[in-house]
C-alpha cells in the first residue's frame, strides 16, 4: 500500500506543479494586478531570475513584496501578453522538485509594439503546507524579437 501512496503522490505532486506554471502564465498575462496573484504561487523567499545571455539581472525579484513590485511594473510595460507553455518535465523528490518547460509569448510593448519573445524556465518549487509553489524560477530568453523583423533579423532587442 505504500508504494501505491507514493506513486499517488508523485502523480498529483507532478499535476500540481504544472498548475503552478498554468497560473503562473495565467497571472502573468492580466491586464491589471499581476504582481498579488504571481506573488501568491511563490514561497516567502521565492525567487525570480533572468539568466542567460539575454538575461536582465536588474530584473531579479526575491520576495512577495519584491515580486508584486517587479510584475506590476509590467502592466503598462506589457499591456498585452498571451504566454504559451510547453515540453515540461518534472522531477519530485520528497517536498522538494526541479521543473523544466518551453515558453513562447505574444505580446504588446508600451502599448504599440507587437513582439515575439520564446525561452525556457527552469525551477525549483517547495511543497509547504501541502501546497506546491516556485522556491526559485530561472527565465532563460532565446529572443525578443519585433513581430515585423523576426528572431533571425533581430535576436534579441532591450524592453526596459
Known sequence: MDAILQRLDLLESKAAIEQVMVAYMAAA???????RHIAALFTDDGTWE??????????YAQGHDALVTKFDRNVDR????AHFLTNGNVSVSGDEATGAWMYFQACTYRGDQ???????YANDFRR??????LSHLRVHNFFTTPFDQG??????????
Open 50 to 59: 533572468s539568466v542567460g545571455p539575454h538575461g536582465n539581472p536588474g530584473w
Open 78 to 81: 506589457m499591456p498585452f501578453a
Open 151 to 160: 528572431w533571425v533579423k533581430v535576436e534579441h532587442m532591450e524592453t526596459p
Open 29 to 35: 498575462d492580466r491586464k491589471a494586478d499581476k504582481g
Open 128 to 133: 509547504v503546507d501541502g501546497q506546491w509553489l
Open 114 to 120: 507587437p513582439l515575439w519573445i520564446a525561452g525556457s
